[in-house]
Each structure stands twice: as C-alpha cells, then as structure tokens.
C-alpha cells in the first residue's frame, strides 16, 4: 500500500464548478501537507501549504486538512480554464526531514 | 525570480550510454533533489543533496548516481542507460527546514532506445 493515494482521475468540470481534489495517507506522522499544480510540459509549483490539521484559504482555492481521517482536499471554487493542470499532494514529517512524499496526482480539465 | 534549469528538455539515447543530466539553481538553495516521474507512480525521489558534496539516497536509486561539486549545480548520472530508464525526470531546489517548498525545473524528457 502506497503512504499516499490520490485518485488519477482525470476528472472533467464545466466552468465555474467548484472542484475537490484529495488525497489519503497512512502516515501518522505527516505535519506538513502540501498541493502542487502542474501545467502540461512543465515542473510542479507549490499552489498551498499547511501545517497540521484546519483549513487554509487563497483566493479561489481551499485547502483543508484531516489528520483524524489521514484526509486532505483542495477545493477550487469558479473553476477557470485556467485551472486545467494536474494537482499533486505532498506532504512531509515534522523530524526535519526534508524529503515530501508525494501523491500520483490528478489530471484536471475545465471545460469552458 | 527564482529558477531552477535544467540542461535538456528533451534526450534519446541508446541503451548503454553514460547518460549525464545537469540541473542548476539560482537561489542559493542548500537542498537539491532528483525525481522521476512516470504515469501512475507519480514522482519518485532519486537522489537528494543536502550540501556540496553531500548525497543522500531516494526511494528508488539503483542504477543512478549524482555528483554535486558547487552548491548551485547538481548532476544525475545513468551509468549505463536501460529503456526502463526512459522517463520525465525532474530537478527541484529548497531551502533548508522540514517541509520548505521545492522549487521545480521544466524537466527533462529521456527517452532510451
């Protein structure tokens, strides 16, 4: 079993759907939880970043964080076109460890 | 603006090459990483380095080596090429502290023939 899984997808929506992206883990020790966005033919950029459990809000995007459930979702409210990426968790121990785990990511289309 | 580039965006090369793969920061960034990124399996962590001269094994090592002479610079290294090679492979940069973001480079395309 893989420490996190997030669904492949791809997963299509009209524009101006709210989206939720997520991810599970079985690591316990994960403090630090983190989505990256991936345009096509290019490297991840960090999108959002979290330190334990809660929400966290930017702009159209929400990032929120259950260690109870070892569960993260990234909501994307008045999805754009320009949200058309591939969203990849990540998420890090709190033992200075510098290393993140990541998620297989999701592809994400918004369809205008 | 911060960056991160890599030497090629896209390699072929023949199965039993010495494949080398250059990555240079900009930011003065301690940490630099080594991935490669493969559909399903997501990214998988290579090589790591902490410091000049300073490497750490990744989840999925064999068959790569890394060389980091100069902070700024951080090469991966296919001693002998495989077609189970070919792959997206992605440098990134950080600062150091747990969890701090990495920066990314475009990537690179190796395909083996």
């Known amino acids: 079993q893989k420490e996190v899984e997030q669904d492949p997808g791809p997963l299509s929506v009209p524009e101006g759907a709210i989206v939720s992206l997520n991810c599970t883990y079985s690591n316990s020790a994960f403090q630090y939880f983190m989505w990256y966005r991936q345009y096509s033919r290019k490297g991840p950029e960090l999108l959002m970043y979290t330190y334990s459990s809660g929400n966290k809000e930017d702009g159209r995007f929400t990032a929120q964080v259950d260690k109870s459930s070892k569960y993260i979702s990234l909501f994307i409210r008045d999805s754009q076109p320009s949200d058309s990426a591939t969203y990849l968790c990540a998420m890090v121990n709190d033992f200075g460890n510098e290393k993140l785990t990541f998620g297989t990511g999701t592809r994400l289309t918004i369809i205008p | 603006d911060v960056k991160v580039t890599q030497s090629s965006r896209y390699l072929v090369k023949r199965t039993g090459e010495k494949v080398f793969l250059e990555c240079v920061q900009d930011?003065?960034?301690?940490?630099m990483f080594w991935y490669r990124q493969d559909p399903g399996l997501g990214l998988r962590l290579i090589y790591f380095s902490y410091d000049v001269k300073m490497k750490e094994k990744g989840d999925i090592p064999e068959g790569y080596s890394v060389s980091r002479e100069k902070k700024e610079r951080f090469s991966l290294i296919l001693e002998s090429a495989s077609t189970n090679q070919t792959s997206m492979y992605l440098c990134?940069?950080?600062?150091?502290?747990?969890?701090?973001?990495?920066?990314f480079g475009p990537g690179t395309r190796l395909t083996v023939t």
């Open positions: 990134a940069s950080s600062p150091p502290g747990t969890g701090r973001e990495q920066y």
């Open positions: 930011m003065d960034h301690e940490n």
